[in-house]
């Protein structure tokens, strides 16, 4: 292809070659939260390159190190990389770190040299496919999109699909079929939104407290209902998520509400806001059809954790107004680097993982 030229000093120097002279600037539309893998695999496809020689073109990567496909891992770039990158593109660098995640501090390599490579540490974040029509509409026709995503699974509002880590195909889950799905997506986010970092927690607390329900009876009218519904398999743990949002957002108001009344009275004592939790937690149990003298299990680990948390006393204003108390949250959760992860649960379960006893 013809390359472009670059004004001076624009290009850094490899060899004899001035850098970007084998490759034509060709923009690249931008997917929200993309990985720089699949971004790099994007970009590779529109030059009609490999990965490989379009890493070679970004910066020096450690010796023997192969260009892997964007849904087994991620590739970190210096500050000088991603500059050239952007160069290629034709964007600021400014536009592209804002486009891509991982292309932000502090997940820039540190130093001054442009260079690449393959972390092999777990990351922070997982990598989860975009929804198929976002990527036939963003992604250029070049192959599947994946995002960096706080959660293994990611719901697309906009064409109401489901996409998770361990996903067979680019399709997702079809969400027309569970409305009642979508719609605790939606109240999830508005609860999130006005509550905050702590309804983000709770959030996660509910959904390990009904995924530990599913765990001992994934059969469950209800949730099997809607697996038959959409198509899902009810034992499917990657699935499992949509089967039981519902009641995890019933969960999670419940939860919600014990911590806002706890708040009120932060001298205690608790026991009726327990009793009222039970009591709506038992409710929704005795609707599930859950088996009786199990579904208190979570409950009661929950309690036992959060009630370690005593709320302070609220401040008074100037005026003599006492402030808007906030719900309390157990101490486990505060200091969480990324408070909206569904892993950053108090429980010590992960219901989700197929070869994990809970």
Not at 91 to 109: G, I, T
Not at 249 to 264: S, T
Request: glycine residues 10%.
């Amino acid at each position: 292809m013809a390359g472009w030229p670059l004004s001076p000093g624009a290009g850094d120097m490899l060899g004899d070659a001035v850098w970007g002279g084998s490759l034509s600037r060709q923009p690249v539309r931008f997917v929200a939260h993309e990985s720089n893998c699949s971004f790099l695999w994007r970009v590779a496809g529109v030059q009609g390159v490999e990965v490989g020689f379009l890493l070679a073109e970004l910066g020096d990567g450690p010796p023997g190190q192969q260009a892997l496909r964007p849904h087994l891992a991620e590739v970190l770039l210096s500050g000088a990389a991603a500059d050239r990158l952007a160069q290629m593109l034709g964007v600021s660098s400014a536009r592209l770190r804002w486009a891509l995640p991982h292309l932000r501090a502090p997940h820039l390599l540190p130093g001054e040299r442009a260079r690449w490579e393959w972390p092999w540490e777990p990351l922070a974040h997982c990598l989860v496919p975009a929804c198929r029509l976002c990527a036939a509409v963003r992604g250029g026709g070049w192959g599947e999109v994946w995002l960096v995503w706080p959660e293994r699974w990611r719901i697309c509002e906009r064409h109401g699909r489901f996409t998770h880590v361990r996903q067979g195909g680019p399709g997702g889950v079809d969400l027309a079929r569970l409305p009642e799905s979508v719609g605790a997506h939606r109240r999830r986010g508005r609860l999130e939104r006005r509550f905050g970092p702590t309804a983000a927690v709770l959030v996660a607390d509910a959904f390990a407290l009904a995924g530990w329900w599913w765990r001992r009876a994934p059969h469950t009218r209800r949730w099997a209902e809607r697996a038959a519904r959409a198509g899902l398999q009810p034992e499917d743990v990657e699935t499992a998520w949509l089967l039981v949002y519902p009641e995890v957002l019933q969960v999670a108001r419940a939860l919600l509400r014990y911590e806002l009344q706890r708040g009120a009275l932060p001298g205690g004592p608790w026991a009726a806001a327990e009793a009222a939790l039970v009591a709506e937690l038992s409710q929704l149990a005795s609707e599930l059809g859950l088996p009786p003298g199990r579904w208190q299990v979570p409950v009661a680990e929950w309690l036992g954790r959060h009630h370690k948390c005593a709320p302070a006393a609220g401040d008074r204003e100037g005026s003599g107004r006492r402030r808007e108390r906030r719900p309390v949250t157990a101490l486990i959760h505060q200091g969480d680097e990324n408070p909206a992860s569904l892993d950053r649960c108090c429980l010590p379960w992960d219901w989700s993982d197929p070869f994990t006893a809970v």
